[in-house]
């Protein structure tokens, strides 16, 4: 993975055959789509199914303003805007903890596009910011992302009641080997 540099703290992630840069309105349009198509947002809170929905939830991590060195990360290949993910703050969890998440295009699933992007996440998070963990909420029916989460060497830890239902607790230590 190399890294670039942009006008924040929050760096350019190259992985093999992604290019995580930092959410710009210029990745608006196609992150709209990605968050509009019901797979891909079946588990979260809100019908996103509605663009206008979906967009005021780009709209709405564009506007992040938490630490420069973390943030949303869109996942780009070959200059398309096919995923998008997150280090921050925690929401849910006490806000000292840095959480991550993951959202790639339906049509992309089980391609191995997640597992680069995250694995770059992590890699920026643990190694080059030096945490000690990154934590991960993943809705309790959402078998794929739990699976998925177990794969990169995520460590289940509990359960958390969110919204309507509840969402698997999950830790990624710094010395923890995949």
């Known amino acids: 993975m190399s890294r670039g ?14 290019t995580l840069a930092p959410l710009a309105p210029d990745h608006t ?7 509009a198509d019901p797979r891909a947002s079946r588990y979260f809170p809100v019908d996103f ?9 780009v709209t709405s991590r564009l506007a992040y303003a938490g630490p420069p060195e973390l943030g949303y990360w869109t996942w ?20 000292e903890l840095i959480e991550t998440g993951w959202c790639v295009r339906p049509d992309l ?11 770059s996440l992590l890699d920026y998070a643990l190694s080059d910011l030096r945490l000690p963990a990154v934590w991960a909420l ?4 959402n078998t794929p992302s739990i699976s998925f989460a177990h794969r990169l060497g995520f460590l289940s830890v509990g359960q958390r009641q969110l919204d309507d239902g509840m969402a698997q607790v999950f ?8």
Do not use: K, M, Y
Not at 76 to 95: E, F, I, K, Y
Not at 109 to 117: D, H, M, S
Not at 171 to 178: E, G, M, T, V, W
């Open 49 to 57: 199914s509605n663009e206008r929905a979906a967009r005021d939830l």
């Open 76 to 95: 780009l290949l070959d200059g398309q805007a096919v995923g998008l993910g997150h280090l921050q703050p925690a929401r849910d969890l006490p806000s």
């Open 29 to 35: 349009e196609g992150l709209v789509a990605l968050f």
């Open 138 to 141: 993943v809705d309790s029916r």
């Open 171 to 178: 830790i990624r230590l710094a010395d923890h080997p995949l």
């Open 109 to 119: 699933w089980r391609q191995g596009l997640a597992t680069e992007a995250i694995q």
């Open 5 to 18: 540099s942009v006008d924040r703290a929050q760096p350019i992630l190259a992985g093999e055959r992604l």
